[in-house]
């Protein structure tokens, strides 16, 4: 009750101080004065459309106010205006053949909160993409990612992924399979509209999994009146890669629509090397193609919205489906014969994984004068499955007469609901109170064992506070609490008891090894809280200051595993006594902007009391090629770091980037020999960029730049225990983009190569770096990409 009480004691704070409102008009014309009837003004989180003669009234409290104008056909107009009187403000708007074209008045919108975010768009994520969405985000400072082959991946942020790192879409929280290292992010990178990454303390709205940070992906944003979207197609060299993408809507009156679809397929990449070395064998990489790393992926989603002055709301049906193989040299025992070249680059052979993902998300949101109310529900399958041919080491286990190659199965439904309700008192004080609560469900198939069938349900309450204490100084609070059941049903196998009794190992051992998963009922009680400070010093400087705790709830796999996981090739046994993680995080951003000037730099600091990681046990287990046992266990482990990024303009034609990144960490046990560091912790990384604009004066071309980047790291001898050095490199690479204008019709074009010098390297936080599998070899990528509208 307690705990209560403090949460409830933050809503009831006795702010009552009313403000004066004034009258915002003005009308919304073209450059020839001709008004607009019926542009869309975003006004903070209000809605405003244009009357007869291109007229708009709203009524505002004083103070800045951000104010987004958008009409087919014209760039779309993004301000800051401060108001402290009535005032009479007009919009002229520029014409373009771009649906995604902006201009920004009044300078760079300044930041309204302390925490560390960096926000990229469409555009941004299709001009950079490289196959999976973690991967397209690498050149942002402080995100990696871990790939797994050249179709999927997983972000990591500050050296935190997995289940430390929350992904969600229009509000409701990515479930899949996160825990497992060969486990992509079944999102389609190339329909996503806006990302917001929060880096730091983010667990106050996303609860458990926040703990490193937060990937807000929007795809709900109104899109202007009539036809609008593009068309998207890739082709990469390294895996010939071939991919289509389209995302179009159509707006009529208040009601908007939304079909986007992406379908990809890929062949085995290239490597620059015709050798690897796994567990003391050499395999040999023929054609310096890496077998069996084709896949396919095909996306789509649907979504229909409706819009007023009162009210925002949608229902959105995705589905992702991925399929691509394993490279049979690094699933299970390792075998010349399996990776014999078989002429077809394009083919998917067994082992392979295949996961599908069904998502359905209904958001709504309400406005009333200085409140506004939303209600999201959610709803996803993610069926997973990995194939191999039928292998048993028991004497009596015969293959599954439905699907005799199904060696594993999850299957996860997840429920959730969330309401959140935000009002603002006055200028200075704003305050949301929400409720969400999460039901999940896995069951599991296949002649396999490795995570239990469970049933976890988590209910929460949060509440955040800002209170704007002058023009320079804002103050943020938030705090959550959380309880939560995690019950995992028992498992227990008795073909592998009969197999060990007859390998003449005693009842007590078999019947350990032959009890897969215990019956494990646990509930978990959380409370976090967390405060920031935003000091904006004068108009070039501004600084901010977070502090707070976060928690992570132990998984399925750390609390009931008991059994060999091939994709990591060691036995893994888990605690039913694991304690909920726990975390202390301090995160500082300093940033400056002048002219053409743009940097920013951001120390930080995390601290855990019980750590979960896996900890060889030095005991060998009994099951065949299973090798040495790893427990899941718990310790204290701290993280800190600095992450630097600058941008600066020459001659107004030169354009240059430069992100670097250092990150220290180590486990904390009573044993300082036994500190090691924590796993795929990235070395210290860079990136820069040099581009130079031309033909700005010509008719067809516009937009045109040639560029030439590096990504560095240095050696990584810093590795948590049974982990491989790995050593530094340099690689480079560079493009032209332009955007080619002919009468109506107008594409961007963007050419792009990477690994130029077919450089044989690894990277630390790749799953196959434990394979001595390199990176891919040289890339030579062509994006088009065609906007329309109508």
Do not use: C
């Amino acid at each position: 009750m307690k705990q209560f009480s403090i949460v409830l004691l933050l809503l009831l704070i006795p702010i009552i101080a009313l403000s004066q409102e004034f009258k915002l008009q003005g009308t919304v014309t073209d450059m020839q004065n001709v008004p607009l009837e019926g542009a869309h003004l975003h006004i903070d989180n209000k809605f405003v459309l244009t009357k007869n003669g291109g007229t708009y009234q709203i009524n505002l409290k004083k103070g800045e106010h951000r104010i987004r104008v958008s009409y087919i056909g014209f760039k779309v107009i993004d301000t800051i205006i401060s108001l402290s009187e009535d005032a009479v403000v007009n919009f002229p708007m520029k014409e373009t053949t771009s649906a995604l074209s902006e201009v920004l008045i009044s300078g760079v919108v300044r930041r309204k909160t302390s925490k560390n975010i960096e926000k990229v768009d469409q555009a941004y994520l299709q001009e950079q993409y490289a196959g999976s969405l973690a991967k397209s985000l690498e050149k942002l400072p402080g995100v990696n990612s871990v790939e797994i082959g050249s179709g999927a991946s997983k972000p990591i942020i500050r050296g935190l992924g997995f289940n430390r790192i929350a992904v969600s879409e229009n509000g409701i929280k990515q479930e899949g399979q996160q825990w497992g290292a060969d486990h992509g992010l079944e999102i389609d990178a190339l329909s996503v509209e806006n990302i917001e990454i929060v880096k730091g303390v983010g667990a106050i709205e996303n609860g458990s999994d926040a703990m490193g940070g937060v990937i807000r992906i929007t795809n709900d944003r109104v899109p202007q009146d009539g036809f609008s979207g593009n068309f998207v197609s890739l082709a990469k060299s390294v895996n010939q890669s071939l991919t289509a993408s389209a995302n179009l809507a159509y707006k009529k009156n208040k009601f908007f629509y939304k079909i986007k679809a992406t379908g990809s397929e890929f062949g085995d990449y290239n490597l620059p090397t015709d050798n690897i070395v796994y567990l003391s064998q050499n395999i040999p990489i023929y054609n310096e193609r890496l077998k069996n790393t084709a896949g396919k992926e095909n996306d789509i989603m649907a979504q229909i919205g409706y819009l007023n002055d009162q009210y925002k709301g949608s229902l959105t049906f995705s589905n992702v489906y991925f399929k691509s193989g394993f490279f049979p040299g690094a699933h299970g025992i390792p075998s010349n014969r399996r990776v014999q070249d078989d002429g077809d680059r394009r083919n998917i052979d067994y082992p392979f994984q295949r996961v599908n993902h069904l998502k359905i998300i209904n958001k709504n949101e309400w406005f009333f004068q200085d409140s506004n109310l939303e209600v999201t529900l959610g709803y996803q399958n993610n069926n997973r499955q990995e194939w191999s041919r039928f292998h048993t080491h028991y004497s009596g286990q015969e293959p599954p007469e439905v699907n005799p190659d199904l060696e594993l199965q999850f299957n996860l439904h997840t429920f959730d609901g969330q309401i959140k309700f935000s009002k603002e008192f006055s200028e200075k004080h704003h305050s949301s109170i929400g409720l969400q609560t999460q039901i999940q469900d896995n069951t599991i198939n296949g002649f396999n064992f490795l995570l239990p069938q469970y049933k976890r349900n988590n209910y929460s309450l949060y509440a955040t506070h800002t209170y704007k204490a002058s023009n320079k100084i804002s103050l943020n609070l938030g705090t959550r609490l959380d309880i939560s059941k995690i019950s995992l049903d028992y498992f227990y196998d008795e073909y592998l008891y009969d197999y060990l009794i007859e390998q003449e190992k005693n009842n007590e051992i078999a019947q350990d090894y032959a009890t897969r998963s215990p019956a494990v009922d646990r509930d978990f009680t959380n409370f976090n809280i967390m405060g920031g400070l935003l000091y904006k010093v004068d108009s070039n400087w501004d600084f901010s200051f977070n502090t707070g705790t976060s928690f992570r709830l132990p998984t399925a796999i750390e609390l009931g595993a008991n059994g060999i996981h091939h994709g990591s090739f060691r036995h893994e046994r888990g605690d039913p006594g694991l304690e909920a993680e726990k975390g202390f995080v301090l995160d500082a951003q300093a940033n400056f902007k002048k002219n053409t000037w743009k940097a920013s730099v951001s120390p930080y600091l995390y601290y855990f009391n019980n750590y979960i990681f896996l900890n060889p046990s030095g005991e060998f287990s009994v099951l065949p090629h299973a090798g040495q046992i790893y427990k899941f266990t718990q310790s204290e482990a701290f993280i800190t770091g600095v992450e630097f990024d600058l941008h600066k303009t020459f001659l107004e034609k030169i354009r240059t980037q430069f992100t670097l990144e250092y990150l220290y960490n180590r486990q904390i046990t009573g044993n300082s020999k036994r500190n090691y560091p924590l796993p795929f912790t990235p070395p210290v990384n860079g990136f820069t960029e040099v581009g130079y604009s031309f033909l700005e004066n010509s008719s067809v071309f516009s937009d045109t730049e040639i560029f030439l980047n590096a990504a560095i790291a240095l050696d990584q001898n810093r590795i948590a225990q049974n982990e491989k050095t790995t050593p530094g490199y340099e690689i480079f690479g560079g493009g032209l983009k332009s955007t080619l204008t002919i009468g109506d019709f107008e594409a961007d074009l963007n050419l792009q190569a990477t690994n130029i010098f077919n450089k044989r390297y690894y990277n630390h936080t790749n799953f196959y770096r434990a394979l001595e599998i390199p990176e891919m070899g040289r890339n030579i990528q062509l994006m088009i990409r065609i906007p329309f509208n109508r």
